[in-house]
């Protein structure tokens, strides 16, 4: 594990109802659902309040560029609620790509069965696990942080 900092991280996938949370243990081996937390004024509050419970070192934002890496509607949304979360946590924010973090996570609860209406409520707990477990893997291997950082303006 050269060049892995050690650390909980945060995972977190934003969407337009609904922002899926999940977390890494300290040592980045696996990441675990956390919360949904739904899209509203409290969702950035809410993200903040698990980071600083889970104390951890950094929050990864996941990025979603359309397959041809390039900016959506829902990346700027995404860029938004990142920047806002920077701001207001204190803690160091990256945005990571996650393109295929939500089609993986269908894919995977489909595999266990579940329908797409029966995974609504967990969908994007289980992409935030995928693209945080995704950003794990890749410090691991390459031993740079994944994504780029979210500046944080001073206070």
């Known amino acids: 594990m050269s060049g892995f900092r050690r650390g909980a991280r945060l995972g977190v996938d934003v969407g337009t109802a609904r922002v899926g949370v999940a977390r890494s243990d300290p040592d980045g081996l696996l990441a675990t659902p956390v ?33 041809r890496g390039e900016d959506t509607r ?15 946590a204190g803690t160091p924010v990256r945005l990571i790509d996650e393109r295929l973090s939500t089609v993986s996570a269908h894919a995977a609860l489909r595999g266990a069965g579940r329908t797409q209406r029966s995974s609504r409520s967990i969908v994007d707990q289980v992409a935030a696990v995928v693209l945080l477990q995704q950003a794990l893997d890749v410090e691991k291997s390459t031993g740079r942080p994944p994504g780029i950082p979210v500046p944080q303006e001073p206070a």
């Open 74 to 88: 829902s990346t700027l949304d995404a860029r938004e609620f990142a920047a806002a979360v920077a701001e207001a």
């Open 35 to 67: 919360e949904t937390v739904p899209r509203d004024e409290g969702a950035v509050a809410r993200v903040v309040a698990l980071a600083q419970e889970h104390s951890v070192v950094e929050i990864l934002v996941g990025l979603p560029l359309n397959l």
